[in-house]
């Protein structure tokens, strides 16, 4: 079972929420990143946003809105989670605990971890500095993994700032989750991944390939906005997602489209159990009911085990 969280209770949450629906409620402009998409008849399809597109299209239509976003990521996102995504990351971080012995007793070179759609640096620094700090594990590397080039120098520029800065500890790699050859399998201590994988194309592929390079008895953990469980709650949340958001989105980053994109991707995220049987389908154990709830589920915390018995 995972320790119970409430960063901020749903209802102060509801509460704030209310306070910013003096903002209109906005139609949906025609998107820039709309176009005559050539598709062959037989192409699978997947979705971004709300639209149907070519599998194909979906990576570099992604690739688009996060190279637009890169510079004014996490500013948007204190905006659009009222600064409560801090929380839920530093909460995240806490309850994986890098660095303790669990790991560290069976290695001199402390923990291996691969964050991947990290780019900002946001969850491996934090990574870094509890394993450093708390645990007193100077050897635990983070591997920084985006497809995204954008957000991975916005990454790098950031570290420039941290104790990490030319550090061995820290490394950058620009790379498809979908598809991480370069990573050796069975080599991984933990996989992370916070507020990306529901940008990815084929997220089943993506959790056999994070089973692959875990190490058994390896732990995948992700953070990402999920279902909200209180019905009020909800109805607040949506409608501020859907009339501030992509509106805030336009007043400070001068892109409606790109956080237009990004609310209506939460929203076609597969729920809480929907998820959770997706992370055993790809053969990892499922701890107690196999998520946490954030926030009254706004957002959600999933883990999977790689069995000892498996390779």
Not at 125 to 134: E, K, P, T, W
Request: glycine letters at 8%; aromatic letters at 10%; one cysteine or more.
């Amino acid at each position: 079972m995972f320790a119970r969280c409430n960063p901020y209770s749903s209802t102060a949450i509801a509460k704030r929420l209310l306070r910013g629906q003096a903002c209109r409620h906005f139609t949906l402009s025609p998107s820039h990143f709309q176009g005559q998409v050539q598709q062959s008849p037989n192409e699978p399809t997947t979705h971004f946003g709300y639209e149907t597109v070519p599998q194909s299209a979906k990576e570099s239509r992604v690739g688009s809105v996060f190279t637009s976003v890169a510079a004014s990521y996490d500013t948007m996102n204190d905006l659009m989670s009222l600064g409560v995504h801090r929380l839920w990351k530093d909460h995240f971080v806490r309850s994986l605990n890098p660095g303790s012995s669990v790991v560290s007793a069976q290695s001199s070179e402390g923990w291996k971890i691969l964050d991947v759609a990290g780019g900002t640096g946001d969850i491996a620094f934090r990574m870094l500095d509890h394993a450093s700090n708390i645990n007193g594990d100077v050897q635990t590397r983070v591997t920084i993994s985006d497809i995204n080039a954008d957000m991975l120098a916005e990454g790098e520029k950031r570290s420039a700032k941290t104790a990490f800065a030319q550090s061995d500890r820290l490394d950058f790699l620009e790379a498809n989750a979908e598809d991480l050859h370069m990573v050796k399998s069975n080599s991984i201590d933990l996989y992370t991944v916070a507020f990306g994988i529901r940008n990815f194309t084929n997220k089943q592929k993506a959790l056999e390939e994070a089973f692959r390079v875990l190490k058994p008895g390896g732990a995948f953990a992700c953070l990402e906005f999920s279902k909200v469980n209180n019905r009020l709650l909800d109805g607040i949340y949506k409608r501020w997602s859907f009339s501030a958001i992509p509106m805030i989105g336009q007043l400070v980053a001068a892109d409606r489209d790109s956080y237009q994109y990004l609310v209506e991707s939460i929203d076609r995220f597969p729920s809480q159990e929907e998820f959770r049987d997706m992370i055993g389908k790809a053969g990892f154990l499922i701890p107690g009911t196999g998520w946490e709830d954030l926030t009254g589920g706004i957002a959600a915390i999933h883990r999977g085990v790689k069995p000892l018995s498996r390779s």
